[in-house]
């Protein structure tokens, strides 16, 4: 059995879903695809992801990214109502959304939301950043709504299990952003992630942690602990991003 990792697959574009139904039904039946977030948020487009995915895996994990919890095209209700959503929708499927073993390998999903401890977003994002108009977080801030999403997470018994791996939407360090990376696009960084999720990596024991959100493929080993993020990615990324569903582990 392996373990495949893909994010971000924006589904939304129509090149991006036919991508996920050209995948061979036959390659992946005894493996394990994690989904680390950002289907779409169109909830019956994130059910055509399911309906793809499902038939060509033994076992799927999904947690959701910020895109999944927009709710301005689905009703505008609040966002931790359109999670509670998907969770649900995902125990209709048999999908996992909690700590998963297989074998003597346990995989933990850890829910997150950026909260400023990147940075203070500066005039660009706070006018431009889409989240804050397509979120309804009734009023909460992002570090409260970290906050809340932090508090959720489950921090399993790691103890027998021979491997630890952690996944989250969201980065979990600064530090694994390039150090090129265009000054234009460093106005970013608050809204990627959280050290928070360092923390809970950490406190894991992980020896592995995939991610999602920045849309920039990585695999960098950093205090022993080695990141990847394996971002579809829009149609016009091509450059930055592999286009795949990557092989990160067997199991």
Same mark, same amino acid.
């Given at each position: 059995?392996?373990?495949f +990792?893909g ?8 090149e991006?879903?036919?991508?996920? #139904?050209? +995948?061979s #039904?036959?390659?992946?039946t005894?493996? /394990?695809?994690? !989904?680390?977030?950002? =289907? ?5 487009? /994130?059910?055509a &992801?399911f309906?793809e995915?499902l038939? $060509? ?5 999904f947690l ?9 095209r689905?009703? @505008? %209700?609040?966002?931790f109502?359109?999670?509670e959503?998907?969770?649900?929708l &995902? $125990?209709g499927?048999?999908i996992?959304?909690g700590?998963?073993? !297989?074998g #003597? ?5 850890l829910?997150?939301? *950026?909260?400023?401890?990147?940075g ?7 006018r ?7 979120c309804?977080?009734?009023?909460l ?6 906050? #809340?999403?932090d508090?959720m997470? !489950? ?5 027998g299990?021979?491997?630890v791996?952690?996944?989250?939407h969201?980065?979990? $360090? +600064?530090?694994l952003?390039?150090?090129? *990376?265009?000054?234009?696009? @460093?106005a =970013?960084?608050? !809204?990627? %992630? ?8 950490? $406190? =894991?024991?992980?020896?592995k ?5 920045s849309?920039?493929?990585r695999?960098?080993v950093?205090d022993?602990?080695?990141y990847?993020n394996?971002?579809?990615?829009y ?5 930055i991003s592999?286009k795949?569903i990557l092989? /990160?582990?067997? +199991?």
């Amino acid at each position: 059995m392996r373990l495949f +990792l893909g994010s971000d697959f924006h589904v939304d574009y129509q090149e991006n879903l036919d991508w996920l #139904r050209a +995948l061979s #039904r036959s390659e992946f039946t005894d493996d /394990v695809l994690i !989904v680390a977030g950002d =289907l779409s948020d169109e909830i019956d487009l /994130v059910k055509a &992801c399911f309906d793809e995915l499902l038939p $060509r895996y033994a076992k799927l994990v999904f947690l959701p990214g910020n895109h999944d919890l927009w709710t301005s095209r689905s009703g @505008k %209700g609040p966002s931790f109502d359109k999670f509670e959503t998907l969770n649900a929708l &995902c $125990r209709g499927y048999g999908i996992e959304t909690g700590p998963l073993a !297989v074998g #003597r390998t346990l995989i933990v999903p850890l829910l997150a939301w *950026y909260d400023y401890s990147f940075g203070e977003p500066g005039p660009t994002i706070r006018r431009g950043w889409m989240d804050f108009y397509k979120c309804n977080w009734q009023g909460l801030t992002p570090p409260e709504v970290a906050a #809340r999403f932090d508090a959720m997470n !489950v921090i399993p018994e790691t103890s027998g299990f021979e491997a630890v791996y952690s996944v989250s939407h969201f980065v979990p $360090r +600064l530090d694994l952003m390039p150090a090129r *990376y265009p000054e234009k696009h @460093k106005a =970013l960084f608050p !809204v990627l %992630g959280t050290d928070r999720l360092e923390a809970q990596i950490r $406190r =894991l024991g992980s020896s592995k942690h995939f991610y999602g959100h920045s849309h920039l493929n990585r695999n960098k080993v950093i205090d022993g602990v080695t990141y990847i993020n394996n971002a579809f990615g829009y149609p016009s990324e091509a450059e930055i991003s592999a286009k795949t569903i990557l092989h /990160v582990a067997d +199991l």
